[in-house]
């Protein structure tokens, strides 16, 4: 026969094996986006801002600028 689980059961066991698996994660999803991958042979070397990312931040600044400058 069949077992049941309650709800916050399953969710312990998700937690514990998203705590279990580092690399899972919309942090370091979010961190992959924004930096450039971190280097296996220098783990403690600081990561870069993706190239294509500091232009779009800045475009996306200028564009809220012209908004709220011709709005308000």
């Known amino acids: ?7 916050q059961e399953v969710r ?3 937690k514990d094996y998203l705590k279990r698996r580092p690399e899972l994660g919309l942090g370091k999803a ?8 971190p280097n ?4 403690g070397a600081r ?3 993706r190239k294509g990312f500091v232009p779009a931040v800045l475009w996306l600044l200028a564009l809220v600028g012209v ?3 011709f709005n308000l």
Do not use: G, K, N
């Open 30 to 37: 979010s961190l992959l986006v924004v930096f450039e991958p």
């Open 1 to 7: 026969m069949a077992r049941t689980f309650s709800q």
């Open 12 to 14: 312990s066991w998700v």
């Open 40 to 43: 296996p042979f220098e783990p």
């Open 67 to 69: 908004f709220v400058y």
């Open 47 to 49: 990561r870069r801002p």
